[in-house]
C-alpha cells in the first residue's frame, strides 16, 4: 500500500512564505508525475503544480512566479516552495502522485492534505 504524507503547512502573513513537502512510503516500482493541488472553502480541488520524472513542470496561471514545485527522487518526495503569499492561497494543500505499484499498474495516490492560512 502506498501512502503520501505531507507537512508544512500552517499560518502565514500575506507576502510570507511556506514550504510544503510530500513523501511517498510504502511498496511500489516507481512514481511518474507528481503534483499538487488545493481547496478553498466552497469552491472545487484546483491543480497547482506538476511536475514530471524529467522535472517538467507545469503551473496553474494563478501562481506563476511566485510557487515552485520540485522532486527529489531518491527521497521520493515532492515539494512546493510558495512565496509572496496571498490570502486567496488559503486552502487545503493535497499531494498527488501517479505510483506503479507490483503489479505494474498506474495507481493515482493522493495525501491527506495540509492546510495553509494566509492572513493577519
Known amino acids: 500500500q502506498v501512502q503520501l504524507v505531507e507537512s508544512g503547512g500552517g499560518l502565514v502573513q500575506p507576502g510570507g512564505s511556506l514550504r510544503l513537502s510530500c513523501a511517498a512510503s510504502?511498496?511500489?516500482?516507481?512514481?511518474?508525475?507528481m503534483g499538487w493541488y488545493r481547496q478553498a472553502p466552497g469552491k472545487q480541488r484546483e491543480l497547482v503544480a506538476t511536475i514530471t520524472t524529467g522535472d517538467i513542470t507545469n503551473y496553474v496561471d494563478s501562481v506563476k512566479g511566485r510557487f515552485t514545485v520540485s522532486r527529489d527522487n531518491a527521497k521520493k518526495t515532492v515539494y512546493l516552495q510558495m512565496n509572496s503569499l496571498k490570502p486567496e492561497d488559503t486552502a487545503v494543500y493535497y499531494c498527488n502522485a501517479a505510483v506503479v505499484d507490483t503489479l505494474r499498474t498506474y495507481r493515482e495516490v493522493w495525501g491527506q492534505g495540509t492546510l495553509v492560512t494566509v492572513s493577519t
Open positions: 510504502g511498496t511500489f516500482l516507481g512514481i511518474n508525475d
